[in-house]
């Protein structure tokens, strides 16, 4: 260990350097180092829009390869609220990936919602915040925040409203999306159970002539076991989700935030 941080570790003339790839050099004496800005903080998210309200979930584990970092780091957050507690806040966002991209982006949007609502006297739609996040992420495409984001709210007709994005802008409005560690775990999941998909009336036909099963929007109560049950089967095959699950449940009456443990191990 001490040849590496010696005067000769990597160089004939001068100090060493303890870069994880060590400073090639190639004809004329030209050397390259590398340097990647980012990390993947672990964790998962996801979203579900109902006929009357939007839940947004996130685990609050945060890690750095096999090391956990904190058991409480929120991933969903309240947006354009009337205070920094979030309070009559109509919008809710989960950003997973990078941690300091996914705070920088959501103080970003909480100033620009707040600053809409000073200026003209009423709170920002989702469907116009839903834009204006697409506009600030397609702003950084050069050097991209490095999360998945996910935007709910209500629309103008009081249904749930659902948006996700990658990582420059591009986005969609979806019945649910899952993002994060464990994305591919739910999202088969969310698929069968909230889109309705490879669901089948029994009896009702042989091969491709079996009847689908009506798609009716789910309950609140219903969609929030749908929840717990998604992240509890993901705690138990992903080492970067776990500890707590934190819900934020969007409906006319505001913003209500639900906690429930998750496995800590």
């Not at 947006?79 to 982006?105: H, P």
């Not at 091969?207 to 109560?221: F, M, Y």
């Not at 998604?230 to 009456?253: C, P």
């Amino acid at each position: 260990m001490a040849a590496l941080f010696g005067q000769d570790a990597l160089t004939d003339n001068g100090p060493g350097y303890a870069f994880s790839q060590a400073p090639s050099s190639a004809a004329g004496g030209i050397r390259e180092r590398s340097f990647y800005p980012y990390t993947d903080n672990g964790g998962s998210t996801l979203g579900i829009a109902g006929e009357d309200f939007t839940i947004l979930a996130g685990d609050t584990r945060s890690t750095s390869g096999y090391n956990i970092n904190t058991r409480y780091a929120p991933k969903v957050f309240k947006i354009g609220g009337d205070d920094s507690e979030g309070t009559n806040a109509t919008i809710i966002l989960s950003v997973v990936g990078f941690a300091a991209d996914g705070q920088i982006l959501k103080e970003r949007l909480d100033t620009i919602v707040k600053m809409y609502r000073y200026q003209h006297g009423k709170p920002m739609s989702v469907k116009a915040c839903a834009q204006r996040l697409s506009t600030i992420l397609y702003g950084k495409r050069f050097f991209p925040y490095y999360v998945h984001a996910i935007l709910g709210g209500l629309d103008e007709e009081g249904k749930g409203a659902l948006y996700s994005y990658d990582p420059v802008g591009s986005y969609e409005r979806e019945q649910c999306r899952a993002g994060g560690a464990a994305a591919s775990l739910i999202m088969p999941f969310l698929d069968n159970q909230v889109n309705f998909k490879n669901q089948y009336v029994p009896e009702s036909g042989e091969g491709h002539a079996l009847q689908e099963r009506p798609r009716v929007p789910l309950k609140r109560k219903e969609t929030e076991e749908l929840v717990r049950d998604a992240f509890t089967s993901a705690v138990e095959r992903h080492i970067e989700v776990g500890d707590g699950l934190q819900m934020l449940v969007v409906t006319k009456d505001g913003v209500e935030e639900i906690y429930s443990p998750l496995k800590r191990d």
